[in-house]
C-alpha cells in the first residue's frame, strides 16, 4: 500500500472510531495492520478505497437535517440545556417545537448572532424538561426537521437495599441446570419461582440467573446462552408446560402423553445425566402446540380479536411487542422451515430474497404460515407470564430486589437479531467481536446513531423486564469493543470505540424508569478511568474473589472491595470453590489438551498450590481459619482436600466485604466441583449442559442453604454495622 494510501486509511479509521493501535492486557503496544483497518472500514457499510469513503462518510454527515443526529441526549441536570445545531444557508433563525411524552408541548426559537461561524449555532432549550423520549421539531427557512430528544440522568436507579452502608446478599443459578420433581428435564419459570420464594424466606435480596435470550427453536443443540438468536425474546424450554393454561384438562394433550414414544422421550430428558436438549424439546413442542391450538379455538377470534380475558392479554402483548416480536416470530417459522426442508442453520444459505425481511417474498411466507408464526408469539407470551409469576413470587416471599438477570454483549450472527436488522449488525463473513473470537456480530456504531439508538434501549427494556438488577455481560462493550476481521487470528483485530456517554446516560434513564438496579461485568481489559466513570453512574461493579488480589498475588482483604460492587466467588466461566481448591479445571484443560506445553501445565499447577496457600493466609488473617486447618486442607502428602468448613470460611470472607451486594451461586452451596462453563471449548466439555447433582427439593430440604444463608447474613449484618 502507498504511504498516501496508508494516511488515507488511517484518517479514515480514527475519523469513524477505529482504534489504530491499542495497548493489551500485557501491556504491549500494537499497531493495527492496513488489511484489518479495510477490513473494518467495509464492515461499516463503506467502499473499500478510503478516499471513496471517507467522502461517503462526509456526505452522511452533511446530509443531516440542520446537522441533527436521530436522537439527541441532554443530560437531565443540566441547567442550561442546548443544541448545537447548523443553519441553512440565508437562515438566521430557527424555530421549535417540542411535544413532551406526557402529551404535553413547549415552544420557542432561537436566532443566529454574530459570533456564530459557518451557520453553526447553539439553540437553548428549557431547563427543567421532565426525563423521557419527547419529539423535538424544528424549522429553519425552509427546511424542517424531527429529531428525538431524549432527557437522561447521570445516573442510574439505586434501591435502599444497595444505598450507602447496604450489605445485601442473594443466590445464582443456572436456570437450566436445575433438578426437580415436576420439570421435564431443564429448570424452568416454576423451578425459579420456587427457588425465589425460599431465597426470600432465607433473606436473600436477590436471585440471579443466566441470560434468558431465546435460542433457536428449529436447533436445540445451540444451547450457549450467550449466544442468543435474540436478546429482546426469551428462551421459550424454560416454560413449564405443565403450568400452561389448558395442560390439565386437555384431552388432546393427555392422549399425546400417553404415546410409547412421549413416555420414553420423557424419561430420557428426565433421567439425562447432562441435559438432553433435544428430548425436552421433542416433549415440550409437541406439548404446547397442542395447548396452542386449544387457545386458538378458545381464546381467540379472528385476526386481531379475543374470545376471553386471557385471549385478550395475548393480544395486547402481540401489540405491545411490536415490530421486534413481528420479526422474532417471522424468523423463527422461516428458521424452521429451511432447518427441516433443507438442513440449512443459517439464514445467510437462505434463498436470498428470504434473507430479506422486508421483500414481499417474505411477507408472502407470513401470510401462508399465519398461525406458525402466531404459535411463536404464543411462546413468547407463556414465557413472559411465567417469568413474570417467578418474579412475583420472590416479591412476595420478601425478596425486596427481584431476580437479577443477565444480558449477553451479543447475538449470533445467524439469529434473528442479525437477520431483522443487517444494517446495524455487521455481517459475519466480515467480522467478529471480542479478543477471544466470540463469534458473535458487532454493532455497527455509526448505523446505531442513525437509529437514534432504538435498538439499544430496546434490548434494556426487554431485559429489565420483571427484574429488580441488569448484569450487563463485558460492560466495556459501552464504551469500546474489540473487533477481528474474519479468517484472522484474535490479536489482528482491534478496538472500534462507541458512544459511550450516550449509551449510559440511556443506561442510566431506563434505570430509573424500570426501577432496575445495573451491575456491569468489568472483568478483563478495563480502559483507564472506565470503573470510576461507571461508579459515578451509579453502576455497581462485578468482583470475582478469586481475582481480586492484590500486587503481591495476596488476597485482597474484605475491607478493602469496593463499596459500590457485587462480589461473588466466582462465575459461569471459571471454577467453583471446590474446583478450585481441587483443579478440577486444570484437570479439565490437561485431559483435553488445552496447554500447549508441559511448562504451562506445571506453571498452572504451581500458580494454583501458590493461590491455595495465599488463600489461607487470607482466611488466617481474617480468623476464620486456624493453623490446625492447614495440614486439614492441605495435607503433607497428599492432594488437597476440601469440605463444608472451607466453604464456610471462603463464603463468610467474601460476606465481610464491604461490597453492597454478595452473590453465592448455588454450585458452591451444594458443593459442586464442575463449572457450567469452559472458555476455549464448544464440544469437547459439556458447556451449559449440567444438571445440578441434587434436586431443588433436595437443596431446599437440607441443611447446607440453611446454613449458608444464615452465616451469610449474619456476617453481612455485622459488616454493616462496622
Known amino acids: 500500500m502507498k504511504m498516501a494510501d496508508r494516511a488515507a486509511v488511517l484518517q479514515l479509521a480514527r475519523l469513524i472510531g477505529v482504534d489504530t493501535h491499542y495497548t493489551d492486557a500485557l501491556g504491549e503496544t500494537r499497531q493495527v495492520s492496513d488489511d484489518t483497518l479495510s477490513a473494518l472500514i467495509t464492515g461499516f457499510g463503506l467502499p473499500v478505497d478510503p478516499v471513496s469513503a471517507r467522502r461517503q462518510f462526509e456526505e452522511q454527515q452533511r446530509g443531516l437535517l440542520l446537522g441533527l443526529e436521530a436522537a439527541q441526549i441532554v443530560g437531565a441536570e443540566d441547567p442550561l440545556p442546548r443544541l448545537t445545531l447548523r443553519l441553512p444557508v440565508k437562515s438566521r433563525k430557527i424555530v421549535w417545537t417540542c411535544r413532551l411524552e406526557d402529551g404535553g408541548e413547549c415552544r420557542g426559537h432561537a436566532v443566529l448572532d454574530g459570533r456564530a461561524r459557518k451557520g453553526r449555532m447553539t439553540m437553548p432549550l428549557p431547563a427543567g424538561l421532565p426525563l423521557g423520549y419527547h419529539r423535538l421539531e424544528l424549522e429553519a427557512g425552509n427546511i424542517s426537521a424531527r429529531v428525538t430528544l431524549i432527557i437522561a440522568p447521570d445516573r442510574c436507579y439505586l434501591p435502599a437495599e444497595l444505598g450507602t452502608g447496604a450489605r445485601s446478599w442473594g443466590l445464582s443459578c443456572q436456570l437450566y441446570g436445575l433438578r426437580s420433581a415436576h420439570n421435564w428435564g431443564i429448570g424452568d419459570f416454576s423451578d425459579l419461582a420456587t427457588l425465589a420464594r425460599a431465597a426470600g424466606k432465607y433473606g436473600a435480596a436477590v ?52 404415546q410409547e414414544w412421549f413416555g420414553a422421550t420423557h424419561w430420557a430428558a428426565r433421567s439425562a445425566r447432562l441435559i438432553d436438549y433435544g428430548a425436552v424439546t421433542a416433549c415440550k413442542r409437541r406439548v404446547l402446540e397442542a395447548l396452542f391450538r386449544r387457545f386458538q379455538s378458545r381464546d381467540l377470534g379472528a385476526e386481531g380479536t379475543a374470545k376471553t380475558d386471557l385471549g385478550q392479554e395475548f393480544r395486547e402483548f402481540q401489540r405491545g411487542g411490536g415490530q421486534s416480536l413481528a420479526d422474532f416470530a417471522l424468523f423463527e417459522a422461516l428458521h424452521e422451515h429451511h432447518v427441516c426442508q433443507k438442513g440449512q442453520f443459517s439464514w445467510h444459505c437462505w434463498p436470498a430474497p428470504m434473507r430479506n425481511p422486508r421483500l414481499p417474498e417474505v411477507a408472502d411466507f407470513a401470510g401462508a404460515h399465519r398461525d406458525r408464526i402466531e404459535f411463536f408469539q404464543y411462546l413468547q407470551w407463556e414465557a413472559d407470564r411465567q417469568l413474570g409469576a417467578a418474579a412475583a413470587a420472590g416479591r412476595g416471599a420478601g425478596m425486596p430486589i427481584g431476580l437479577y438477570r443477565d444480558l449477553a454483549v451479543g447475538a449470533d450472527p445467524n439469529g434473528a437479531e442479525a437477520w431483522a436488522d443487517q444494517e446495524l449488525i455487521a455481517p459475519p463473513d466480515a467480522l467478529s467481536r471480542g479478543g477471544q473470537n466470540w463469534g458473535l456480530a458487532p454493532v455497527n456504531p455509526l448505523v446505531l446513531r442513525r437509529q437514534g439508538f432504538a435498538p439499544f434501549v430496546a434490548s434494556l427494556r426487554a431485559n429489565m423486564r420483571h427484574a429488580g438488577m441488569l448484569r450487563i455481560d463485558h460492560v466495556m462493550s459501552l464504551k469500546r469493543l474489540y473487533w477481528i476481521p474474519s479468517g484472522v487470528e484474535a490479536k489482528a483485530g482491534t478496538y472500534v470505540n462507541y458512544p459511550f456517554d450516550d449509551l449510559l446516560r440511556l443506561l442510566a434513564l431506563e434505570s430509573q424508569r424500570h426501577a432496575c438496579a445495573i451491575v456491569g461485568e468489568d472483568l478483563g481489559t478495563v480502559p483507564e478511568g472506565f470503573r470510576e466513570t461507571m461508579r459515578s453512574a451509579n453502576a455497581l461493579s462485578y468482583r470475582i474473589f478469586v481475582f481480586e488480589r492484590r500486587e503481591d498475588g495476596g488476597f485482597v482483604p474484605p475491607a478493602e472491595y469496593p463499596p459500590l460492587a457485587a462480589a461473588s466467588a466466582a462465575t459461569h466461566d471459571i471454577a467453583t470453590l471446590k474446583g478450585f481448591w481441587l483443579g478440577g479445571d486444570i484437570a479439565w484443560r490437561k485431559r483435553l489438551g488445552l496447554y ?34 492447614i495440614g486439614k486442607f492441605l495435607p503433607q502428602s497428599g492432594e488437597p482436600v476440601y469440605s463444608t468448613e472451607l466453604r464456610d470460611a471462603v463464603l463468610t470472607y467474601l460476606a465481610r466485604s464491604r461490597a453492597r451486594l454478595m452473590l453465592v451461586q448455588l454450585e458452591d452451596v451444594i458443593s459442586e466441583t464442575e463449572q457450567a462453563n469452559l472458555p476455549g471449548t464448544t464440544e469437547e466439555h459439556p458447556n451449559w449442559r449440567r444438571h445440578l447433582s441434587r434436586t431443588l427439593e433436595e437443596i431446599l430440604g437440607d441443611d447446607d442453604l440453611r446454613g449458608v444463608a444464615g452465616l451469610v447474613g449474619e456476617a453481612r449484618r455485622r459488616s454493616a454495622r462496622k
Do not use: K
Not at 495465599?614 to 476464620?624: H, I, W, Y
Open 207 to 258: 436471585v440471579g440467573i443466566n441470560p434468558l435470550h431465546a435460542l433457536f427453536a428449529a436447533e436445540p443443540q445451540h444451547v450457549s446462552p450467550y449466544s442468543p438468536s435474540s436478546r429482546s425474546q426469551l428462551a421459550y424450554l424454560y416454560i413449564d408446560v405443565t403450568a400452561v393454561p389448558g395442560f390439565a384438562d386437555d384431552d388432546a394433550v393427555h392422549r399425546l402423553m400417553q
Open 596 to 629: 500447549p506445553d508441559r511448562d504451562a501445565l506445571a506453571a498452572e499447577m504451581a500458580d494454583r498450590d501458590r493461590d491455595r496457600r495465599l488463600l489461607l493466609d487470607a482466611l488466617l488473617r481474617e480468623g476464620l481459619l486456624t493453623q490446625d486447618h
